[in-house]
Each structure stands twice: as C-alpha cells, then as structure tokens.
T-cell receptor, first 112, second 113 residues
Framework: GENVEQHPSTLSVQEGDSAVIKCTYSDSASNYFPWYKQELGKGPQLIIDIRSNVGEKKDQRIAVTLNKTAKHFSLHITETQPEDSAVYFCAASKGGYQKVTFGIGTKLQVIP | DAGITQSPRYKITETGRQVTLMCHQTWSHSYMFWYRQDLGHGLRLIYYSAAADITDKGEVPDGYVVSRSKTENFPLTLESATRSQTSVYFC????????????FGQGTRLTVV
C-alpha cells in the first residue's frame, strides 16, 4: 500500500519567517495530495491540495509543490504568523473510494 | 447544526468493555471514515464506508466493528476494549468518488484503563 513519509516532525520558526514541510510517497498511482492543519483540540482541516497534473499551487501565504518524478511534495508557508502554529499533515491518495494515507504530522511553532 | 459531529468527546472505559463511538454528518456525504491518531503514527484508517450498508477495512481494523444502516451515521464499536486502543478517534466524511475534501469531526479521546 501507499506509504507517506513526512519531515520534520517538529519545526520552530520566528514570526515572519518561512516554513517548509516535506513529504514523500511510495505509490506512483497516487494522484491527489491534500494538506491538513490541525489546531489543538480540533479535527484536521483541509488548507490546500494539489493534483498530479499540477506542479505548483498557491493560496495567499501557502503554496504546495509536487515533483511526480521524485515522488515528493512540499508545503511552503511564507510570512508565518502565531496563528499558523498547529500540526500539519500531508496525505496522498488515488482514485475510487479514496483511501487517504497520512504522514505522521509536523508540529509547527511560530515564535512571536 | 450542519456538519459532522462525534460523541462522546471524552470517554474512559475499562479493559474488556464494549464501547461505541458515534459519528453523524448532515451533508448526506457518501463516504465516511474512521481514523485513530497516535503520537508517531499520524492518522491511521480503521474502517471506511462508501455508502449505507457498504463498509470495508482500513489499515488497522482489528478489534473494531462498524455499521452503516443510514447514510448519516457511522458508529465505531470496540467489542472488547484494550489499553492499546487508547487513542484519539476521528470520523470524517467526503462527498463523492472524486478527490474532494474530507471533513473531520472534532474527535473522541478514548482512554482504556
């Protein structure tokens, strides 16, 4: 089955700096790569996603890149703010009923 | 209220007892999922359902049972709880077969003593 590796497991940045989280996947048939943000005491919430026919996607301060050849994708957060502090999960899935495989998560701390 | 809700939010149970976690969604989403979240493991799929009366095993199904008699409900039962099932459980739902956003409940923190 699919295996998604995510790193780093923890990340501390100064407010205003950029944060990058990287993931790799094993199944070349995966074609959908969502990113979820989980705030303390809450369920994960989708923040951005990318499909395999797209190399990059941006939404305000958040961007994702996908390298299908290398089977890795990354989340970039620019101009970080304290409210960006959370756990971020990458995930991968392929067609049909969509079993989504998650990475282990990255705890991001933005230091004011 | 619209959305996906889980109950209870917190539960403490004893080893060997049966416990059921409830999940209810108001969107009539076809797909529903149960995940458990453990430190160092991320979110692992326990069971999923593509429609009422259709369920299938995920990555870690042992010790769990699900049912889906109605589209909006997807209860998860631990038949004989073990300490290794202490975890935070999340229910999620998704609209259809295409790659679409999965919406998660707020989670149930289960402690087995």
């Amino acid at each position: 089955g699919e295996n998604v590796e995510q790193h780093p497991s923890t990340l501390s940045v100064q407010e205003g700096d950029s944060a990058v989280i990287k993931c790799t996947y094993s199944d070349s048939a995966s074609n959908y790569f969502p990113w979820y943000k989980q705030e303390l005491g809450k369920g994960p919430q989708l923040i951005i996603d990318i499909r395999s026919n797209v190399g990059e996607k941006k939404d305000q301060r958040i961007a994702v890149t996908l390298n299908k050849t290398a089977k890795h994708f990354s989340l970039h957060i620019t101009e970080t703010q304290p409210e960006d502090s959370a756990v971020y999960f990458c995930a991968a899935s392929k067609g049909g009923y969509q079993k989504v495989t998650f990475g282990i998560g990255t705890k991001l701390q933005v230091i004011p | 209220d619209a959305g996906i809700t889980q109950s209870p939010r917190y539960k403490i149970t004893e080893t060997g007892r049966q416990v059921t976690l409830m999940c209810h969604q108001t969107w009539s989403h076809s797909y529903m999922f149960w995940y458990r979240q453990d430190l160092g493991h991320g979110l692992r799929l326990i069971y999923y359902s593509a429609a009422a009366d259709i369920t299938d095993k995920g990555e870690v199904p042992d010790g769990y049972v699900v049912s889906r008699s109605k589209t909006e409900n997807f209860p998860l039962t631990l038949e004989s709880a073990t300490r290794s099932q202490t975890s935070v459980y999340f229910c999620a739902s998704r609209a259809g077969t295409e790659n679409t956003e999965a919406f998660f409940g707020q989670g149930t923190r289960l402690t087995v003593v």
